[in-house]
Every structure is written in structure tokens, then in C-alpha cells.
């Protein structure tokens, strides 16, 4: 089965508080982005790599494949868009096949393991999507009738990517015009009345959001070695 992976690398970071667009802030010394493209192609050297990517950081993309080997991987560049929405749509109609499974995931969760990946894939070749979640440690509250009652964070998750779903399914999904409330690529096909199969993620699969997070990141990279 054809499998194609597309990466989401075309925000700002503004939260990071930096000059250098996140996902090209070095982990360990190595560029946020690499890890994603180097994990998904040790999963299958064969898989199809799209990676979305602001125009303006074209330079940093250049720089990034020269110092990390990534131009030694079959990787397809396109414009990344104002919303996420449109970056998605963008990497979308770049895939030519119109059959198979396609991960879409962000370059900000840079810890995304190969078993996991694999895992992912298998599945959706059963159930045409599967999306990786974890459940809520913390207790939460939800805002009802301007009062903040006390929710079962058992009935809640916490999604990640990569989010894995049927081509052609996926692609339809994305012919849609973009809404506020797809806050990920589950919601865009969800609303077009697919089915969302849910799959246990992992605790190191987390978002890189603030300089917290960077710092964390950074920590888990040097316990490694």
C-alpha cells in the first residue's frame, strides 16, 4: 500500500520567542524539523515525505538539508499557508496517488517514535483513519453557563499527530472550504461525516509550544546520549 507522510513545518513560533522560525530551532544540535523527516523515512525509506514550509524560510530550509544529510532523502517542498488548513491542502494536492494511507503530523513533535508510526499505519489500513491520543492527567473543569463546573477527565484525550487517514477520503475531506473550528486534520474529516478511530499515543510525542517545552526537549535529547 502506498504511504505518504506529510509534515506541517510552516508556522512562526511566536510563542518561543525567537528570530529562528520554531522548527528550525536545533534539539541536541540538531534542527527541530530533521527529526520528523529522519523518523519517518528509518520507518519506510519508500514512503512518500511532503514537508510545508513558509516561503520566507526558504533559506533556513536550504541550510537545514545541507547540515543534516536531509537532501539525501527524497523530500517534496510545498508553500505552507496562512491557517494550517491551507498548508494541509497544499501538501493534499501534492500526492498523486490516489490510493493509500497518508500521515499528516507536525514538525513541532519532533519525538514521534517509529513504532508508533508503524502502529498508526496498520491500523488505518483496517479502520481508514486512526488518530494517536492520550488520556488527561490533570483535573479539569469546563466552562458551562458561566461557571467553571468540575468535568471527568476520563471523557476527555489529548490529540497528537501523526494523524493517519485514506487518501482519497482525506482528499475529498479537504475540498471543502476552511472553518474556523478544524483545529486539526481529524475535525476537517470528521465534518465530512467519516468516522474518527482513536489509538493510544505516547508521552514523549508532545507539542513543542513554549520555551518550556524547548527546554524539556532539550533535557529528554541529552539523557539520551
Not at 470528521?190 to 526537549?217: H, P, Q, V
Request: charged content about 25%.
Amino acid at each position: 500500500m502506498k504511504k505518504t507522510a506529510i509534515i506541517v513545518a510552516a508556522g512562526t513560533g511566536s510563542r518561543i520567542h525567537s528570530q529562528t522560525p520554531k522548527q528550525f530551532i536545533p534539539i541536541g544540535g540538531i534542527p527541530m524539523l530533521a527529526y520528523s523527516i529522519k523518523t519517518f523515512y528509518k520507518y519506510d525509506p519508500e514512503i512518500e515525505i511532503i514537508v510545508a514550509i513558509n516561503p520566507d524560510f526558504s533559506e533556513q530550509w536550504e541550510m537545514l538539508s545541507r547540515e543534516t544529510h536531509i537532501q539525501d532523502i527524497p523530500v517534496k517542498v510545498v508553500h505552507g499557508g496562512t491557517e494550517r488548513f491551507y498548508s494541509v491542502l497544499n501538501a493534499v494536492n501534492a500526492i498523486h496517488n490516489e490510493t493509500g494511507l497518508v500521515a499528516i503530523h507536525d514538525a513541532a513533535r519532533p519525538f514521534v517514535s517509529i513504532l508508533l508510526i508503524e502502529k498508526l499505519f496498520n491500523h488505518a489500513e483496517i479502520s481508514g483513519c486512526t488518530i494517536p491520543a492520550i488520556p488527561i492527567k490533570d483535573s479539569i473543569r469546563a466552562h458551562i453557563m458561566d461557571e467553571w463546573a468540575v468535568a471527568d477527565r476520563n471523557l476527555f484525550r489529548a490529540i497528537q499527530t501523526p494523524q493517519v487517514f485514506d487518501i482519497e477520503k482525506l482528499k475529498n475531506s479537504y475540498r471543502q472550504p476552511y472553518q474556523p473550528k478544524f483545529t486539526d486534520d481529524a475535525t476537517v474529516f470528521e465534518s465530512m461525516g467519516n468516522k474518527i478511530y482513536l489509538f493510544e499515543g505516547e508521552e514523549n510525542n508532545f507539542k513543542i509550544t513554549t520555551e518550556r517545552d524547548l527546554e524539556y526537549a532539550e533535557y529528554i535529547t541529552a539523557k539520551g546520549n
